[in-house]
């Protein structure tokens, strides 16, 4: 990814108190310098077009952070929208005093101006937020606007790739590399799931044995796999790991049944699982946009996200129990059991991960969902993940919702979602909102 730039614009005229906006300028600059590296700052206050120009002559940015230093008018705001197509967090600043004397800054009159013009430029796609630099809903909007924007941007050099097709019936997940492109900035490859199965059996022992000596480790119980399945695992994670290390891939759906069990004779969920704790989000069923939506979680939280069906409910705990048949990544197992192997729940056949999730106070909820017309929207939801054992045969998480469970569980089947969620070990439910704001998403919170 090129270099990315948070410019910091703050616009006014120097007919208003300049000491009081001054000291907001530089706890502006102090503010924002602390929440990034990637800041680009003007020398001074930008009270006329001329240093508005001259400041944004200087400037590339990703996002911009548009900031009513004292009033101005609305050709300030529609000088840097003419130049620059990027997300805008309009800001307004607190007046410092109300004692009945001169208002000092007139910030909040200037907001409405640039929002007007915003308005008319970009439809209303653009964030906001009211307050001073110090107050702490400044400082997470902020911070969540940046993060939104960085992976924004992030996203339009990471390149993804669909292993085999979706199986019948699972058509939810489906993407075109057009759509990916276009809405999401990504692109697609694809590629047969044979093709990664013919390279798998090419290997000999000896080429894979680091492979499976790897995932031995990071696992308990892989002994009681038979050893050729064990073997034919490895071949599978050399031929998956060589593959999107040479690609430069950031985020798979594979195809797993029926194929992995029937041409080859080994799942491939734990090499997905070890793909994800790689840091290659990877979603099984060739659930691209499943995929997709582990990908922004991932970024976020620098940490393996789960994907999972929703496939159980306990209306008196308000829980809802997200499940798999074993493709968690391996660090998110409870450290009470470890990332236990066994088999495949339906077909018998093993290496598959198999154990509860560990706990954690804040996780979210997170889907990108496509509609009957083709347009998309995020499914957003908070909650905590419960300290429960393994529930089903497979890896399970239990997550005790924010509102209740069971209005979730209804309100989400009637509004028509895909059955495949991903749940997010941090809270960055503010970051996928602004997020999807800068894409022209539908929100859906629950």
Not at 149 to 173: D, E
Request: glycine letters at 8%.
């Amino acid at each position: 990814m090129t270099d990315f730039q948070a410019a910091y614009i703050p616009i006014g005229v120097p007919t208003f108190h300049l000491e009081s906006a001054q000291i907001e300028f530089d706890k502006s600059i102090a503010m924002i310098k602390s929440l990034t590296e990637d800041g680009v700052y003007p020398d001074k206050m930008l009270l006329s077009m001329d240093d508005l120009g001259a400041f944004l002559d200087t400037i590339h940015p990703d996002l911009i952070i548009l900031q009513n230093i004292t009033f101005a008018n609305s050709a300030y705001a529609s000088e840097v929208l003419k130049r620059f197509d990027c997300p805008v967090l309009l800001w307004t600043l607190r007046e410092p005093v109300i004692d009945g004397g001169r208002l000092r800054l007139n910030s909040l009159t200037g907001a409405y101006s640039a929002a007007n013009t915003l308005m008319a430029f970009r439809n209303g796609n653009f964030e906001y937020i009211f307050g001073s630099p110090e107050e702490q809903e400044v400082i997470d909007k902020v911070n969540a606007t940046i993060r939104a924007a960085k992976l924004k941007k992030k996203m339009r050099s990471m390149k993804m790739v669909s292993v085999g097709h979706t199986p019948q019936g699972f058509g939810f997940g489906r993407a075109l590399d057009i759509d990916m492109l276009n809405v999401f900035g990504v692109t697609l490859d694809s590629i047969e799931a044979r093709e990664l199965i013919d390279i798998a059996k090419g290997y000999s022992d000896e080429e894979i044995a680091p492979y499976l000596e790897e995932t031995c480790k990071a696992t308990v119980g892989m002994e009681k796999t038979p050893e050729k399945n064990q073997k034919d695992y490895a071949r599978l994670w050399k031929a998956y790991k060589e593959y999107v290390t040479k690609n430069n891939i950031g985020a798979m759906s594979s195809r797993c049944w029926p194929d992995f069990f029937t041409a080859f004779g080994t799942p491939v969920c734990t090499v997905l699982a070890m793909l994800n704790d790689m840091g290659v989000s990877a979603a099984c069923e060739s659930d691209a946009y499943g995929a997709l939506s582990m990908y922004m979680g991932q970024q976020l939280t620098g940490k393996p996200v789960f994907f999972g069906d929703p496939v159980s409910l306990d209306e008196k705990e308000s829980t809802i129990t997200y499940w798999h048949c074993g493709t968690a990544a391996c660090s998110l197992a409870n450290p009470s059991t470890g990332a236990c192997i066994d088999v495949h729940c339906n077909r018998k056949i093993g290496p598959t991960l198999d154990f509860g999730c560990k706990p954690c106070k804040n996780v979210t909820v997170f889907r990108i969902g496509r509609k009957a017309d083709g347009t998309f929207r995020f499914f957003i939801m908070g909650g905590e993940a419960l300290d429960k054992p393994k529930q089903f045969n497979g890896t399970s998480i239990v997550v005790k919702t924010d509102a209740p469970s069971k209005e979730i569980v209804t309100k989400s089947v009637l509004e028509g979602w895909e059955p495949h969620f991903v749940v997010i070990y941090g809270d960055v439910k503010d970051e996928l909102e602004i997020l999807g704001h800068m894409m022209g998403m539908e929100i859906c919170k629950y």
